[in-house]
T-cell receptor, first 114, second 112 residues
Framework: ETGVTQTPRHLVMGMTNKKSLKCEQH?????MYWYKQSAKKPLELMFV???????ENNSVPSRFSPECPNSSHLFLHLHTLQPEDSALYLC?????????????FGPGTRLTVL | KQEVTQIPAALSVPEGENLVLNCSFTDSAIYNLQWFRQDPGKGLTSLLL?????REQTSGRLNASLDKSSGRSTLYIAASQPGDSATYLCAVRDNYGQNFVFGPGTRLSVLP
C-alpha cells in the first residue's frame, strides 16, 4: 500500500458526462503528476504540478482539466470524452527538485468511456 | 527527445531461474533512472532508483545496474519466484527537466 490514493478506482462514463478523478498523497511531497496508460503504450505524462502551480502540460486535449488546490490533492476534471480516452489514469507524487526525487504512484483509476 | 526501450517485451521463465531485464535510453544526459513493478490493473511500485553517479543499486534479490555512456540499465532478478510475475518498467529522468520518460515495459511470467 502506498501513500498515494486515488478515487474512484473504476469509472464508466458516457461521452456527454462530466466527472472528476481525485488523487491524494500523504507523503509530504510538493509535486504531483497525472499519467495516462493505454493498452500497449508507454505511460504518457499529462500534467505536472509543483507547489500547486502547473509547470508542464504536454499538449493534452482541453477535455482534460487538472486542478491542484494544495500540495496534497490533485484532481482531473473530465468532460465530453472520447472512447479513445479509455485508459488507466495514474497519479504520482515526489519532492520537486530533490536530488533523489523518487516517484510514488497511486493504484490508478480505470476509466471506460462508452 | 529522450526515448526509452525495453527488451524483451515479454519473458517466461521457470521458477528459480536468474534473469535479466534490459532498458535502453537514447540521451545519456540523465539525472537518474528508476525501475518499477506493475501488477495487472494496478499502479506502479518503485523497486530501485539509481542516480547518474552510481553504477548499481541492490534491494534483496534485485540488482539494477547503470551504464550511462552506453545508454543502458539492467535489472537482475535472482532466484525468481511466481510472485515476481508482473510488468517491469524503467523510467529515466533527464537533466533538462523534472520529469520521467517511461519505457514500454517487460511482462514477466515466472512459472511454478
Amino acid at each position: 500500500e502506498t501513500g498515494v490514493t486515488q478515487t474512484p478506482r473504476h469509472l464508466v462514463m458516457g461521452m456527454t458526462n462530466k466527472k472528476s478523478l481525485k488523487c491524494e498523497q500523504h507523503l509530504g511531497h510538493n509535486a504531483m503528476y497525472w499519467y495516462k496508460q493505454s493498452a500497449k503504450k508507454p505511460l504518457e505524462l499529462m500534467f505536472v504540478y509543483s507547489l500547486e502551480e502547473r509547470v508542464e502540460n504536454n499538449s493534452v486535449p482541453s477535455r482534460f482539466s487538472p486542478e491542484c488546490p494544495n500540495s496534497s490533492h490533485l484532481f482531473l476534471h473530465l468532460h465530453t470524452l472520447q472512447p479513445e480516452d479509455s485508459a488507466l489514469y495514474l497519479c504520482a507524487s515526489r519532492t520537486y527538485r530533490s536530488a533523489v526525487g523518487e516517484q510514488f504512484f497511486g493504484p490508478g483509476t480505470r476509466l471506460t468511456v462508452l | 527527445k529522450q526515448e526509452v526501450t525495453q527488451i524483451p517485451a515479454a519473458l517466461s521463465v521457470p521458477e528459480g531461474e536468474n534473469l535479466v531485464l534490459n532498458c535502453s535510453f537514447t540521451d545519456s544526459a540523465i539525472y537518474n533512472l528508476q525501475w518499477f513493478r506493475q501488477d495487472p490493473g494496478k499502479g506502479l511500485t518503485s523497486l530501485l532508483l539509481i542516480q547518474s553517479s552510481q553504477r548499481e543499486q541492490t534491494s534483496g534479490r534485485l540488482n539494477a545496474s547503470l551504464d550511462k555512456s552506453s545508454g543502458r540499465s539492467t535489472l537482475y532478478i535472482a532466484a525468481s519466484q511466481p510472485g515476481d510475475s508482473a510488468t517491469y518498467l524503467c523510467a529515466v529522468r533527464d537533466n533538462y527537466g523534472q520529469n520521467f520518460v517511461f519505457g514500454p515495459g517487460t511482462r514477466l511470467s515466472v512459472l511454478p
